[in-house]
């Protein structure tokens, strides 16, 4: 890890599962944090607090609406250095037949998923290239790669952020900047909180390991992608769903 010590990552919808597990592993290695939340300010000041005393990190925190274009352009704004390492772990599910998908959420699902990862990523490029080294890493789904009904919006989203990973990373690939995808199944978070105690009884069951995955299990994959020592793998979609739907 030595030679990522120091660096700074961007880390999008921190406040989710996901998003926090990961920040609580990369503070802990000494990487220099800006972590962006949308409405969880009470837990994201506990966030800061705890990576505060427990390592000392060096932590900014920014909040900002990535479903509207303002707020993806106030974000950009107020990033005061440009990331080395880029973490995209934002976004929204959405349970619902297509047929009954109105235009509002339609335009804020792909404002969200797909333009606000992408114009992001546009900004803090050329930053990347210039210094000839860079990560990025978005957290896509399962359903981005076989697709879920009820779920055709949210797939078709997460399907676009596994495509523009595997796109980019040809393109920056030059410039010693790697571009992957971490694709969950079934993990423990709020997102399932839909679910009762008997659907997620059934889904394990769908699941070869025979259990959900925890957001610390995603972290770790991001955390692996990140490394100096993984600069061969770009282009990549890492699946963390226990065996199901591969």
């Known amino acids: 890890m030595g030679k990522l010590m120091g660096k700074t990552v961007l880390i999008t919808g921190a406040s989710g599962a996901i998003g926090r597990a990961t920040a609580l592993k990369l503070a802990e290695q000494g990487y220099q944090l800006a972590l962006h939340y949308h409405t969880n300010q009470n837990e994201m000041e506990a966030l800061y607090k705890q990576i505060k005393k427990a390592w000392g ?10 479903s509207q274009p303002d707020g993806v352009n106030r974000l950009i704004r107020s ?8 973490i995209w772990a934002a976004g929204m599910a959405h349970s619902s037949l297509m047929v009954d998908i109105n235009h509002e959420e339609y335009e ?52 676009g952020l596994n495509a523009l990973a595997k796109a980019l990373a040809k393109e920056v690939a030059p410039t010693n900047i790697t571009v992957n995808a971490v694709s969950p199944g079934a993990i423990d978070t709020p997102m399932l909180s839909r679910y009762s105690i008997e659907e997620k009884q059934a889904l394990m069951e769908k699941i ?14 991001i955390q692996f992608l990140i490394q100096e020592q993984t600069g061969y793998i770009t282009g990549e979609v890492l699946r963390v769903n226990g065996g199901w739907l591969t």
């Open 57 to 66: 990190a060096d932590v900014e925190l920014y909040q900002a609406d990535l």
């Open 79 to 86: 990033l005061v250095r440009s990331p080395d390492i880029f």
């Open 108 to 159: 804020k699902m792909i404002q969200l998923n797909l333009t606000a990862p992408f114009k992001i990523t546009q900004h803090i490029l050329p930053a990347m290239i210039r210094k000839r080294w860079g990560r990025i890493v978005y957290v896509t789904s399962i359903w981005g790669e076989t697709g879920g009904a009820c779920e055709t919006l949210y797939s078709m989203t997460k399907g």
């Open 208 to 221: 070869p390991l025979s259990r959900l995955g925890q957001a610390t299990e995603v972290a770790h994959a």
